[in-house]
């Protein structure tokens, strides 16, 4: 029966009822020939008396009971049979995605014998609003991967992107906005064949070591929220005991979600050695509601987990709630006291055993705390929204380092090593220092990104502001160098987790100079002074590089938020190119058509083009190795590469015309060119690793057919933001031709 027949079959019956109750008043009322209202479970007039009513003792009202059942036998037909049809149609729209998949990659191939629309209808088409195609791919990486479609700060590149202006052709509306972070696969989705709870089967014992040694090497360096001894521990019970599964379900969570971790990073190795990750996962889910109902620093823990997962992840179904879960964390944790000193006060005259598990509780709970704190201020920078905890109302220390053990920061460990030092916490000093370096993100998202327009700053505030909190990062670039970390300048193994190279802390620098000095909320910043300027052209080269190193050491962090970072770097890096050339041909002009040069900012010298096709040519590797992860219709790089099209052309027009003019200066070198004061110490770098990305032809790729992107967010920022988004200068990327 369809749907409609069912909604009007129930609508009968219950008018029925309602009519035979309408024509019949309370027994009180037809006795005493009284107006009746028939409110139940009393009339008005019966409340009022204080009398008893009663409509069941009246001929007519013999068969209610026959009534009622009959309503509810045809309810639970009804409810059967929209089970029925909800499960048809869940299958058939899984059939039409593989199906309309299966379509795109014949029709990707045979594009040629396509049959394309004609003339009138393009024109009709180009008459529509046409979106700014570099924003929609700021919005997809940063809406669709981190939460559902709703506001964007100007933290997440959203006023960067408008600045760039690119127009292209219309885009389609998208029915499931997740679709774009599906993986790469026709049967993605479907996790009917997922082993569950019971069914599901351990990985063997060596495995298991081989994940958990992984995780703690790597995972737990940035997020040491569980103790690693408890880890251990439960591991070896659960290998030791058949009946472990069943008596510890809290534990038996802990650790699928710790192999689900640690599978999805060590994929980026090897893809096809493992279980895949979605596996651990769906099993653990099973036991997620256990886990909460222990409550406290337990359920916080479980909520963390799921977290770290959904950053990782590349499965579409993991990525549409982690703003919400993030907040529910916060609030869990903030209703535990954890931000405040006083929660960790140790009780006196403890006997010396309690007085260790009390203190290492604290340890626990006060790293828990900060973990929670970074991923709070890595959800909000990306996503451009204000932040779930206020470092005004922490007074928390840091954990302490006094005691830390450095056996393993020579090399990366193997299982054996990882589970000998087990005991103790290591690696300490590296996750305060990514804490520091996250209290220095918000900082700089509460004083800039996240102010209300009413009470921006004036740009003269704005720069004491940037001053300030660059002064601060300068200091915690200076600390960098009494870490542990990897020389990856000695002959020793390369250190393989991102959080013990000095490349990945040279990026997280240069990425929070990005975030200083891009453009914000005011329109002034479309014309950037030359300090600015310079700032953003050096810090996005050497974010760029220090991506490129990243990725060619295979150390480098697969996760859509490294997608969106390495996106927006490489649109800051068009937007000081393109600026400073634009400035150039002003500055050449006005003169000529005798008129004051404009006081605009520019680049010290004009960067070579083998220059630009290196630096734009390593981003976009970064960007096609990070995308592939994902089934991204949209394809950032291919907006990237046109991106990088463009300029490229404008520097080529601008060096011919330049080397025509008398008495002015030909296109400089890389080495000459000034930057601002770097600290030496990411100056140790061998600058001839970047040669490989060095190459003067253009790259013929970008100029294929552009896939159509996904629909424009508008309306999901606020209107003074839509006001200030609009495009400040146009670039004509061929959209149209």
Known sequence: MPPEDIGSTSLADATTVGDRFSRLACDRCYRRKARCDKILPACTTCARADAECCYNSRQGLARRDELVESLERRLRQMDA??????????????????????????????????????????DKSREVDNGNEVAKQVFSLSLNAGSQSQYLGSASGAILANLLGVHGRIV?????????FRRFDPGA????????????????????????????SHDHICYPYLDPHDLITSLTDLYADNTYLERHPVETFTLDMVFAIATAQVHKYSWHVMPDAETYYERAISRFGTALEAGGLVALQSIMLLCQYRMLSISYSTSASLWHLLGMAARLGLEMGLHREAVYVIPPDLSPAALGRARRKNEVKRRCFWCLFGMDRIVSNTLGRPMAINLDDIDTAYPSAEHEQHPLFSSTPTADEVFEASQEFRNTSVFVHITRHRVLTGKILSSLHNVPKSRMPDQTTCAVIRQQLSAEL????????????????????????TFKSLEWYRLL??????????????????????????????????????????????????????LHAVFIVGLSYVYAVRTHFQNRRRHIKHPLERQPRPAEGQLSADPAISQIVSDTRACSTVLVALSERWNTARECHNVFGRLCDAVIVDASDFHVNSSQSKGER????????????????????????????????????????????????????????????????????????
């Open 81 to 122: 049979k929209n089970r029925a049809l909800s499960k048809e149609l869940q299958q058939a729209r899984a059939k039409q995605v593989s199906t309309d998949h299966t379509a795109r990659v014949v029709a990707s191939g045979y594009g040629g014998s396509s049959t394309s629309p004609g003339p009138v209808e393009q």
């Open 172 to 180: 389609t509306a998208d029915s499931d906005n997740d679709l774009v």
């Open 189 to 216: 989705g479907n996790n009917a064949d997922c082993p569950g709870g019971e069914t599901g089967h351990q990985p063997s014992e060596r495995l298991a070591r081989d994940l958990m040694a992984a995780y703690l």
């Open 474 to 497: 300068d200091e915690w670039k200076r600390g960098v160098s009494s870490l542990p970390l990897t020389d990856t300048k000695s002959g020793r193994q390369y250190e393989l987790s």
């Open 509 to 562: 620098y240069h990425n929070c100079i990005l975030m200083l000095y891009r453009p914000i909320y005011t329109t002034d910043d479309a014309s950037p002074t030359a300090e600015v300027l310079e700032r953003l052209y050096h810090s996005s080269r050497q974010s760029i590089h220090a991506y490129s190193l990243l990725h060619r050491d295979r150390r480098i962090n697969y996760t859509w938020i490294t």
């Open 666 to 737: 030909g296109p400089a070198s890389p080495q000459a060119q000034a930057e601002p004061d770097e600290l030496p110490l990411f100056d140790t770098l061998p600058q001839d690793d970047f040669s490989i990305f060095a190459a003067t032809d253009l790259d013929q790729n970008y100029q294929g057919c552009f896939e159509d992107l996904q629909r424009v967010l508008g309306g999901h920022y606020d209107d003074n933001m839509n006001a200030l988004l609009w495009p400040q200068f146009d670039m004509d990327l061929g959209f149209d031709s």
